[in-house]
């Protein structure tokens, strides 16, 4: 298993610009949660689904702020438009149930908004 | 409200010097505890998950504990590449806590040679 995959790495974008950000969990993970991590707050839970469905989003900044999960094996996080405060790392983790609960993090996408 | 705090916010120790971590929680219920260690630029990366009161697990020169309001993690003998933020986060059950993933603060550790 190749673990979860963020992309793209790096994002560098002009204020009020959508972005986008990806991310494919681990096969059969049930879970899926997109964080923000910043010096100042930590890591930050934006939103996580459970089987696909969305379940909290009232870690969502703002209304600029949206993801989905169309199917089992992909996530978007949508900025749009987007705003210098965005700047951070956003990380997806996935979390399943094997022999024990196991719960993975991507490598992250740095974004800046410039 | 769910809440996990982690002690010391920064550690620094000598190489050789053993110390702990801890990480107090006050959830409504607890699904698994985890540990992660991040080194600057990277993901975090998966160490341990504790399920209830008494359990231990080891990893090297690292070991986690839990009780019903924290857990600890132990570091033996540490070596300058244990220098990293170790976090820790709690998994709350789902329908009443619905199932996030919280995180602590974070403990940065520095190990000198």
């Known amino acids: 298993d190749a673990g979860v995959i963020q992309s793209p790495r790096h994002e560098v974008t002009e204020m009020g610009q959508e972005v986008t950000l990806r991310c494919k969990p681990i096969?059969?993970?049930?879970?899926l949660f997109w964080y923000r991590q910043t010096m100042m707050r930590g890591l930050e839970l934006l939103i996580y689904f459970n089987n696909n469905v969305p379940i909290d989003d009232s870690g969502m900044p703002e209304d600029r702020f949206s993801a989905k999960m169309p199917n089992a094996s992909f996530s978007t996080l949508k900025i749009q438009p987007s705003e210098p405060r965005d700047s951070a790392v956003y990380f997806c983790?996935?979390?399943?149930?094997?022999?024990?609960?196991?719960?993975?993090f991507g490598q992250g996408t740095r974004l800046t908004v410039v | 409200e769910d809440q996990v705090t982690q002690s010391p916010e920064a550690l620094r120790l000598q190489e050789g010097e053993s110390s702990s971590l801890n990480c107090s929680y006050t959830v409504s219920g607890l699904r698994g505890l985890f540990w992660y260690r991040q080194d600057p630029g990277k993901g975090p990366e998966f160490l341990f998950t504790l399920y209830s009161a008494g359990e231990e697990k080891e990893k090297e020169r690292l070991k986690a504990t839990l009780t019903k309001k924290e857990s600890f993690l132990h570091i033996t003998a540490p070596k300058p590449e244990d220098s990293a933020t170790y976090l820790c986060a709690v998994h709350l059950p789902g329908s009443g806590n619905t199932g996030k993933l919280i995180f602590g603060q974070g403990t940065t550790l520095q190990v000198k040679p």
């Open positions: 096969s059969g993970h049930d879970y």
């Open positions: 983790a996935s979390l399943g149930f094997r022999a024990n609960t196991e719960a993975f």
